[in-house]
């Protein structure tokens, strides 16, 4: 039986794998996340969990943050519930804020943006895989949850080399981030800040894993019991 991680960063992927999770990680590209889900998605798969970094629109959640989201606000409007038994037993693990999550097909960068969006959505926090998840999940009748940790909080600007997308295999764009620093020097200090609010993100992921593998890679207690 196989749950499927979906991510965008090689690194997210690396730590999802050590729960004993499938990743899918193809680079935060909505699109190629699609499609991949679209090809993993078959007999055996029994359910699917969007796990990373996230951008924070609630100003209470600091970097490394924890999220273990109700829901997921779609571009079209739709509201879409994780699965309840499944999130309630891997709250039980580690200490996570509830609420939801709003999809979006690019990255938020600016705190007025999402500012924006948290008035409009009242979400707690932002991501790019999330709705595509949900979106397989309700073609295909599976289970899904949401797991996350804040990256860049509410308040701050992300700095233009941090917009670079990655690689299709979750990489940075190396080149392309030392050509925009040399463009613009003066965004260093905002982007060394934003790495080490990554780092911490992914250590409260990783801690996540190692006190909760176990239940966030069982969609159903039978299977969990097994």
Avoid: Y
């Avoid at 939801?100 to 409009?120: M, Q």
């Avoid at 299709?168 to 965004?187: E, F, M, N, T």
């Amino acid at each position: 039986m196989t749950v499927l991680a979906v991510t965008g960063l090689a690194a997210e992927a690396r730590i999802a794998a050590r729960a004993g999770l499938v990743p899918i990680c193809v680079g935060g590209s909505p699109e190629r996340t699609e499609a991949a889900l679209r090809h993993a998605i078959g007999e055996g798969v029994t359910g699917i969990v969007s796990f990373g970094i996230a951008g924070g629109l609630a100003p209470e959640l600091a970097p490394g943050a924890l999220i273990l989201a109700s829901a997921v606000l779609c571009a079209d409007g739709s509201r879409l519930e994780t699965s309840p038994r499944w999130r309630d037993r891997v709250r039980r693990h580690i200490p996570a804020v509830a609420g939801d999550v709003a999809g979006s097909g690019a990255v938020i960068a600016t705190a007025a943006e999402k500012a924006a969006l948290r008035r409009r959505t009242g979400a707690v926090a932002t991501d790019l895989e999330s709705a595509v998840v949900a979106g397989a999940a309700r073609g295909t009748g599976l289970p899904f949850i949401i797991l996350r940790a804040v990256a860049d909080s509410a308040e701050r600007d992300l700095p233009l080399a941090a917009l670079i997308p990655l690689t299709g295999k979750g990489r940075p764009a190396l080149p392309k981030i030392i050509a925009s620093i040399g463009r613009d020097p003066g965004q260093i200090g905002n982007l060394f800040s934003v790495a080490l609010d990554t780092r911490r993100a992914l250590r409260a992921l990783a801690e996540a894993v190692d006190r909760a593998g176990s239940a966030i890679a069982s969609p159903s207690e039978e299977w969990q019991n097994r």
